[in-house]
């Protein structure tokens, strides 16, 4: 189990450099609100990059607060895509930036209240998972305006649902054999496997 859970995180990480490069080469084909898709790609590539960057020269202190940084990013560039998809307020930026910077801090802030960083993890996606499941409900509403990138968003919320708990249990599963724990990331890795290919999908099918 651990050798597929490494097979399947390599795989995932070579997907999504799949996904940023043909994302970056339609980057025009896209309108202003779909850009931000090609923002979290982005993002998810940088944090794999570091993470790789990281892990190989060892840099512990660095290690510790990717995590806090992974949480905040991803916050801001996903609520970001469904900001700009509902035409909310301008003002909802400066709201989920505020989020966004307490995820940065909060674990040393309320350290001494057992605050750590997985408590960041599931608000930012129960939050994400209420913005993305309005915007579902009102794509059914408005079925003229069907967008290519829906069954993305689709994705999107099956992933963050699933996560919570993930991310939640993973301390817990350290105690158990590495087989339960390497299970549980397998899975993780495989929802990125269908996430990753239905980005390529949907870019590859962009045409001018």
Same mark, same amino acid.
């Given at each position: 189990?651990? &050798?597929?859970?490494? @097979?399947?995180?390599?795989?995932?990480?070579?997907?999504?450099?799949?996904?940023?490069?043909?994302? %970056?080469?339609?980057?025009? *084909?896209?309108?202003?609100?779909?850009?931000?898709? %090609?923002?979290? %790609? @982005?993002?998810? =590539?940088?944090?794999? +990059?570091?993470?790789?960057?990281?892990?190989?020269?060892?840099?512990?202190?660095?290690?510790? #607060?990717?995590?806090?940084?992974?949480?905040?990013?991803? $916050?801001?560039?996903?609520?970001?895509?469904?900001?700009?998809?509902?035409?909310?307020?301008?003002?909802?930026?400066?709201?989920?930036?505020?989020?966004? *910077?307490? +995820?940065?801090?909060?674990? #040393?802030?309320?350290?001494?209240?057992?605050?750590?960083?997985?408590?960041?993890?599931? %608000?930012?996606?129960?939050?994400?998972?209420?913005?993305?499941?309005?915007?579902? @409900?009102?794509? @059914?509403?408005?079925?003229? =305006?069907?967008? =290519?990138?829906?069954?993305?968003?689709?994705?999107? $919320?099956?992933?963050?649902?699933?996560?919570? $708990?993930?991310?939640?249990?993973?301390? &817990?599963?350290?105690?158990?054999?590495?087989?339960? $724990?390497?299970?549980?990331?397998?899975?993780?890795?495989?929802? *990125?496997?269908?996430?990753?290919?239905?980005?390529?999908?949907? +870019?590859?099918?962009?045409?001018?």
């Amino acid at each position: 189990m651990e &050798q597929f859970y490494n @097979i399947s995180g390599i795989i995932s990480v070579i997907l999504l450099a799949i996904a940023l490069i043909i994302g %970056i080469s339609k980057y025009n *084909l896209l309108s202003k609100n779909e850009k931000w898709y %090609i923002y979290y %790609i @982005i993002f998810i =590539s940088l944090i794999e +990059f570091l993470s790789y960057t990281i892990t190989f020269f060892e840099i512990i202190g660095l290690k510790s #607060r990717l995590y806090p940084i992974y949480i905040t990013g991803e $916050f801001f560039v996903v609520t970001g895509i469904f900001i700009k998809k509902l035409n909310l307020s301008k003002y909802s930026y400066i709201i989920t930036g505020l989020v966004s *910077l307490f +995820f940065l801090t909060a674990d #040393r802030v309320f350290i001494k209240y057992g605050y750590n960083n997985d408590y960041s993890k599931a %608000i930012s996606n129960l939050i994400i998972i209420s913005l993305i499941g309005y915007s579902l @409900i009102q794509d @059914i509403k408005n079925v003229e =305006s069907k967008s =290519s990138f829906q069954l993305i968003d689709k994705t999107l $919320f099956l992933y963050f649902t699933v996560s919570i $708990f993930i991310f939640m249990l993973q301390h &817990q599963l350290i105690k158990f054999p590495l087989e339960y $724990f390497s299970a549980i990331w397998v899975i993780n890795n495989l929802m *990125l496997w269908v996430l990753y290919s239905l980005f390529i999908k949907t +870019f590859l099918q962009l045409k001018k």
